[in-house]
């Protein structure tokens, strides 16, 4: 198993901080858990401090991924494996460190230029988390905060980055056509969580997507409705994934990439888990509003 205990935080670089908050306060229902100088801020929805921060820039896109260990010689150690590999492995500056409330980081790129954080110690909450929306809380802690998809340009040059040296494990794979769309996606998981980590073939951003678990249905629904009492556009209806059983909606963030909220996806067992191979990308559901469907 990788010495990666999970996907701890995602770091978006953002135009639009406030329709970002209210995103994630009208919208996601979690909590705004530090606030910058310069407008930025980070948020919370379970016993970590924080889980995203969204960052004032110009990119409207993913910019890092932290992947947490459990001490700083598991960081180090990974770190030089990497670079033994030929990684250049970039050691982290104190204000990185403080933005992001951990101990010690150590950062790098993937093969299509993701940035990837490896880090331990993450700062814990003084409370217990809290949602006025979500009323039964987020399926997270030991799990990390959810998934997200990244970009990959070669998805061979990808999986053997992400598998053999990071040591993530092969979930299963879904290559298909959606309305006219190319879908090639490699799910990766680093615990129980079906898939922490996808692997997005030429998807237009760095990021297609990130995840966050519901713990029930009624959750997941009731968000969808706040999708519409927001104005905050739907890109896919609910719907139920054949590989991690997830229930789930996908909407736009302010950004231009999406997220995905979902309830009651199946986890991984490593002793019995047999990766498998899809070609369709949804049991049922997923449907583009027609709004959307008619620019395919
Ligand atoms: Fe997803």
Redesign the pocket.
Known sequence: MSSIQQLGYLGFEVRDLAAWESLATDVLGVGISARHSDGSFSTRHDSYAHRLHVLLGEADDLGFVGLQLASRDEVDGLARKLADNGVAIHASTPHERALRAVDHMVHFVDPAGNRLELYCGPQMAETPFVSPLVKAGFAAEDQGLG?C?VRATDLAISEAFYIGLLGCKLSDRITTEVYGFQVAITFMHINPRHHSL?LGHNIPKRIH?F?LQAKTLDDVGSAFDRCFDNKVRVAQTIGRHPNDH?V?FYAFTPSGFEF?Y?YGAREVDDATWQAGHYNFISEWGHRPPATLRQKF
């Open positions: 998934h998809v996808a997507h995840m997830m789930s995905e979902g």
